[in-house]
């Protein structure tokens, strides 16, 4: 491997000075690594999906505590009520979906990490990372299962709103 003057490897020159043999198996590293960066790489595309599922919540809620709040001052009595109770279900809601989100951030940035780690780890040799690499793996998923927990209380909240009332089904008790 040459060196320049200043002590630096010179990277241009050293795939002339490899062997065919040489060269094979530093491109053999990199396929490794960028195989074993696959499955990473997958669940973040998965987390830019819910992450994109989250925002799209995030905005019908905002956009159904507009109108809430339209109708707040057009209410008296029992309408009221209701209006104030779906209010304090939306901004529950709110919170619930602004949490998950978060924690989708978070376990997106912890996988970019471990796809970096992983990077660093297969390249160099350095394998000492792989406590490292294994915990960002576990923080990763243990923050996904906390925002994917955040968004089933969003929904079934949502779906307690959602309720028909009784009086317009209009049952007959038969």
């Known amino acids: 491997m040459g060196r320049t003057a200043a002590g630096r490897i010179d990277l241009e020159n050293q795939n002339e000075n490899m062997t065919p043999v040489m060269q094979e198996l530093a491109n053999a590293d990199i396929v490794t690594v960028l195989q ?20 799209g919540r995030l905005e019908r809620i905002i956009d159904r505590s507009r109108v809430m709040q339209d109708r707040y001052l057009e209410t008296e009595g029992d309408e009221h009520l209701l209006c104030v109770n779906e209010l304090r279900d939306l901004q529950l809601r ?81």
């Open 94 to 174: 709110i919170k619930y979906v602004n949490s998950a989100i978060y924690f989708g951030v978070v376990s997106a940035i912890v996988v970019c990490i471990l796809i970096g780690l992983l990077f660093i780890m297969g390249l160099t040799g350095f394998s000492d990372l792989a406590q490292i690499v294994a915990g960002s793996f576990v923080l990763a998923v243990i923050l996904l299962s906390i925002a994917l927990t955040q968004f089933s209380r969003e929904v079934r909240l949502g779906i307690r709103d959602f309720m028909i009332r009784e009086e317009y089904l209009e049952r007959d008790d038969h």
């Open 36 to 55: 074993t960066a696959m499955a990473p790489a997958f669940l973040l595309v998965a987390l830019g999906g819910m992450l994109n599922i989250f925002t």
